[in-house]
């Protein structure tokens, strides 16, 4: 029984050990202002100066789906932060992006302050190309970004209360639907005036090219009805 009870505690030890150090995450959290923009962010680098984010586009999953989601940029800062600004550098891309894709453009993201994103932040990215494909982070896709701080101090009141921008542009409707800002807490809670329901949702998000079952009956028993008249047409 003793060494049943000394395994689970090297077990539990072990598994603590073994944890990954997360410090904030949210899991397909959707917001905008003309359409919704749906994306999972994960943040890891706890008791060290160097966080790394990892974003995913996962606006197809999200309210009414937006599968033409393509991520352009996105910033990350916190209104109450007092220290040094972090160093940005890019990460390994993952999930068929392509790093080259971005770069750091802008040491501070004011850009997205209609959206309600304040304080000191980071604006990744670069402007799509004019036609599809673009470069940027597609529905499905990830990609991560390094914020460097001077101290393990800065780097934990920086996650106090950060902020997470995403700049979305409609893919293969942006004549229509034009480009979208959400802004999310660290929580995944959505901030500002894209805490509001996008007036464009229900045009921009696209919509279900699948027939319905119901449908499908409905054809089927239409065209079976035509057998008999084909028949007496032929006799």
């Given at each position: 029984m003793i060494?049943?009870l000394k395994?689970?505690?090297l077990?539990?030890i072990g598994?603590?050990?073994a ?12 917001a ?6 749906c994306a999972?962010?994960a943040?890891?680098g706890q008791g ?9 586009n ?18 990350v800062g916190?209104g109450?932060f007092g220290?040094t600004?972090?160093?940005v ?12 894709n971005f770069v750091?453009?802008?040491?501070n993201?004011?850009s997205f ?5 304040t304080?000191?932040g980071?604006?990744l990215g670069?402007e799509?190309?004019?036609d599809p ?5 597609m529905d499905g896709q990830s990609?991560s970004?390094f914020l460097?701080f001077?101290s393990?101090t800065?780097a ?8 997470f921008?995403?700049h ?17 807490s660290?929580?995944?809670a ?11 949702a ?5 919509t279900?090219t699948?027939p319905e079952?119901?449908s499908?009956a409905?054809l089927?028993?239409?065209?079976f ?6 028949r007496?047409?032929r006799?």
């Amino acid at each position: 029984m003793i060494r049943q009870l000394k395994a689970v505690a090297l077990l539990a030890i072990g598994a603590t050990i073994a944890a990954p150090t997360a410090n904030a995450q949210f899991t397909n959290a959707c917001a905008g202002v003309d359409f919704y923009t749906c994306a999972t962010l994960a943040v890891s680098g706890q008791g060290t100066s160097t966080l790394q984010f990892t974003v995913t586009n996962t606006s197809n999953l999200g309210l009414g789906g937006n599968p033409n989601s393509v991520f352009d940029e996105f910033g990350v800062g916190n209104g109450s932060f007092g220290g040094t600004p972090p160093t940005v550098t890019v990460g390994t891309a993952g999930g068929g992006a392509v790093a080259s894709n971005f770069v750091v453009t802008d040491a501070n993201a004011t850009s997205f302050s209609g959206a309600g994103f304040t304080g000191i932040g980071t604006l990744l990215g670069v402007e799509p190309t004019n036609d599809p494909p673009h470069k940027g982070l597609m529905d499905g896709q990830s990609m991560s970004f390094f914020l460097a701080f001077t101290s393990t101090t800065d780097a934990s009141a920086f996650l106090n209360g950060f902020q997470f921008a995403v700049h979305d542009l409609q893919g293969l409707n942006i004549d229509a639907c034009g480009s979208n800002k959400a802004v999310f807490s660290s929580t995944g809670a959505a901030v500002g005036a894209s805490a509001g329901t996008p007036t464009l949702a229900s045009t921009c998000n696209g919509t279900s090219t699948v027939p319905e079952p119901s449908s499908m009956a409905l054809l089927g028993t239409g065209l079976f009805g035509l057998v008999p008249v084909l028949r007496r047409r032929r006799k």
